[in-house]
């Protein structure tokens, strides 16, 4: 069974840094099902999830909304099986429940639908 447990959420204050881990478990078997990993938050709870940043475990290709195109970097550890998500120079704006979440070789970047597995999710708080 694929499992995803993101960690590394918190309060800090704007212009800080703050990195998200996204631990992936349960790959054996679905390497093609589960090659993109994607970073999506939510704010405030109801709204719908916003594509942040994405990247493959083949190759490492990466892919970046424009809102954070910049200012946050994914990065993964193949051998640790986790993908990190480094945010700099946070904004009040950037609050929210990070997600991550995997997919097929392939999908859509910016779709929910194309992810499979999803995480439960860490609060990131940006105080001004």
């Known amino acids: 069974q694929v499992k995803l447990v993101e960690s590394g959420g918190g309060l800090v204050q704007a212009g800080e840094s703050l990195r998200l881990s996204c631990a992936v478990s349960?790959?054996?078997?679905?390497?093609?099902?589960?090659?993109?990993v994607g970073w999506f938050r939510q704010q405030p709870p109801g709204n719908d999830r916003e594509f942040v940043a994405?990247?493959?475990?083949?190759?490492?290709?990466?892919y970046y909304a424009d809102s954070t195109k910049g200012r946050f970097t994914i990065s993964r550890d193949n051998a640790e099986n986790t993908v990190y998500l480094q945010m700099n120079n946070v904004k009040p704006e950037d609050t929210a429940v990070y997600y991550c979440?995997?997919?097929?070789?392939?999908?859509?970047?910016?779709?929910?639908?194309?992810?499979?597995?999803w995480g439960q999710g860490t609060q990131v708080t940006i105080s001004s």
């Open positions: 994405g990247i493959t475990w083949r190759g490492g290709n990466t």
């Open positions: 349960g790959r054996a078997g679905r390497t093609f099902s589960t090659d993109r």
């Open positions: 979440a995997s997919g097929p070789y392939g999908g859509a970047w910016y779709v929910r639908q194309s992810y499979n597995y």
